[in-house]
């Protein structure tokens, strides 16, 4: 297994705040009924300042987004890789793990990613850095064979992801609670597939995704479907609308249909797919809130969105 580390924007230092002992000798006074008062509305005030908002949800990582930080990129973290081969996988065919490389921020979610049909890891190996370094755990992987179908390609996600938290060198960095799914063709049908299997996956976002099942009314997991308006591959009309329309409709969900795009822009760096995953990511499965205002309101058509629908506001 091969370690190294991937040049990146360095990881904020954490702030440490160092009080000043007594003088010594002195004796204290004691403490008023005012003061503890006075010190009550004190602590009060603090933990309703914006600061202190960060300890309502334990899973934010990362400061505040902005569009100019979600659109980068690099995000905040340093990042730093690790190979695992086909010989030490069991039920998929290896791969890559992207990791922030700072201990100090405790562990992260994680997101494991499938290639499409005829497809490698290459394929999708810009999602890796670009995702670990907003804060996550990112598994690119292969499949067994390059001609695996949807439904193997979601049993082989699932093995990646135990794999992650179970067995691999950064299992100790992995909040196993907090987990997801993406894929690009039938690795994005796999991500469906992965999901209707393990409703306590917390993310999933097929790319251009192709499956002959077109309807998922089981799933559970928040799910944005991402379609381009070129695909002649899977064409939204056969594959990524009805895959959208079905889901529940209690069930927070999104389509992105990106213009001018054909069925493999994913498999490049992009930066709509790169901004609306992060975003979608962090929601779902860091319930980070602050990433809501850039999924809703609805993103309106633009110069590289033909279509966004989805539920606003979200309720996980």
């Known amino acids: 297994m091969q370690q190294h580390s991937i040049n990146s924007a360095p990881a904020p230092a954490p702030t440490t705040t160092t009080t000043a002992p007594a003088p010594g000798g ?6 008023t009924a005012a003061l503890v008062a006075l010190l009550a509305v004190a602590g009060l005030q603090t933990a309703m300042t914006p600061g202190a908002q960060a300890a309502d949800n334990p899973y934010e990582r990362g400061p505040a987004p902005t569009t100019s930080s979600i659109e980068a990129v690099r995000g905040p973290y340093a990042v730093s890789q690790t190979t695992v081969s086909s010989l030490s996988a069991s039920g998929f065919g290896g791969g890559t793990i992207y990791y922030p490389t700072t201990t100090s ?3 992260f979610g994680a997101v494991a990613i499938s290639p499409g049909f005829t497809g490698t890891q290459s394929s999708i190996a810009w999602l890796g850095p670009r995702l670990a370094s907003q804060g996550f755990v990112v598994f690119t992987i292969d499949t067994i064979t390059t001609v695996d179908q949807p439904d193997s390609r979601g049993r082989q996600l699932l093995a990646a992801l135990d794999h992650l938290t179970q067995r691999s060198t950064v299992r100790s960095r ?6 997801g799914v993406m894929g690009h063709s039938m690795g994005g049908g796999g991500s469906l597939e992965a999901a209707k299997s393990r409703p306590s996956l917390q993310a999933a976002i097929p790319l251009t995704g192709w499956n002959t099942d077109k309807t998922w009314p089981e799933l559970r997991t928040p799910t944005l479907i991402v379609g381009a308006d070129g695909d002649t591959v899977a064409p939204v009309s056969s594959h990524s609308e009805p895959f959208y329309e079905s889901l529940p409709s209690t069930l927070d969900k999104a389509y992105l249909e990106l213009n001018n795009a054909s069925h493999f822009t994913p498999n490049t760096s992009d930066t709509t797919i790169a901004k609306y995953s992060i975003s979608w990511l962090k929601r779902f499965i860091d319930n980070d809130t602050r990433y809501e205002q850039f999924l809703c309101p609805i993103p ?3 110069l590289t969105i033909e279509e966004y629908r989805g539920n606003c506001p979200h309720a996980s």
């Not at 002195?26 to 403490?31: G, S």
């Not at 992995?174 to 987990?179: A, G």
Request: aromatic residues 0%; hydrophobic residues 15%; without cysteine.
């Open 26 to 31: 002195r004796r204290r006074r004691p403490v």
């Open 105 to 107: 921020d405790g562990t």
């Open 174 to 179: 992995v909040d196993s609670t907090r987990l």
């Open 300 to 302: 309106r058509p633009s």
